[in-house]
């Protein structure tokens, strides 16, 4: 009987392991959920902010029950495009969304496609012109500290030969 005691605790040692696990699981269940929850909101405040910029220029009035609708249904499509963009990206052995996938999201929607394609190819010349400067910068950077130390092994070369 002395050997079944410790068998037993060790039991209750791993049972008490998956229930610690257990909550922290449900703890990050429930943390996941407090963050959605902060985005639904984040989306609905945005929604309601747009709704009431276009109620005072169309004078038209939405109710909160259209709000929540709009807000639900837009909440629910960026869920769907977060799942294709990821499924995109992995389809060609990315871990990282890029550009080209965005834009294949946007392909049924032309005119939300020439808008994302004139974007990416403006943020691409602005990140050219920055590595541009950057290299300039550098270059003129090495080329200071290259003449400075020419001009100090000249110095030593002088001091040499005068000795």
Do not use: W
């Not at 929540?68 to 990282?96: G, M, P, W």
């Not at 808008?115 to 950057?134: D, F, R, V, W």
Request: proline share 1%; net charge positive.
């Amino acid at each position: 009987m002395a050997a079944a005691q410790p068998r037993l605790a060790a039991l209750g040692g791993k049972r008490g392991r998956a229930t610690e696990g257990g909550a922290m699981e449900a703890a990050g269940g429930e943390e996941r959920f407090l963050y959605t929850q902060r985005l639904k909101a984040a989306v609905h405040y945005t929604v309601g902010c747009l709704c009431q910029e276009v109620a005072e220029d169309k004078d038209v009035q939405f109710s909160k029950q259209t709000i929540a609708a709009i807000s639900e249904i837009t909440f629910r499509q960026c869920e769907n495009f977060a799942k294709d963009l990821e499924v995109f990206a992995r389809h060609a052995k990315r871990s990282t969304v890029t550009t080209e996938d965005v834009k294949l999201l946007a392909r049924r929607s032309s005119c939300l496609l020439k808008y994302i394609t004139k974007k990416s190819e403006e943020l691409a010349l602005s990140n050219m012109e920055q590595k541009e400067k950057k290299k300039k910068k550098s270059s003129a950077v090495k080329e200071g500290r290259t003449s400075g130390e020419h001009e100090a092994a000249m110095a030593e070369s002088e001091d040499y030969n005068m000795a």
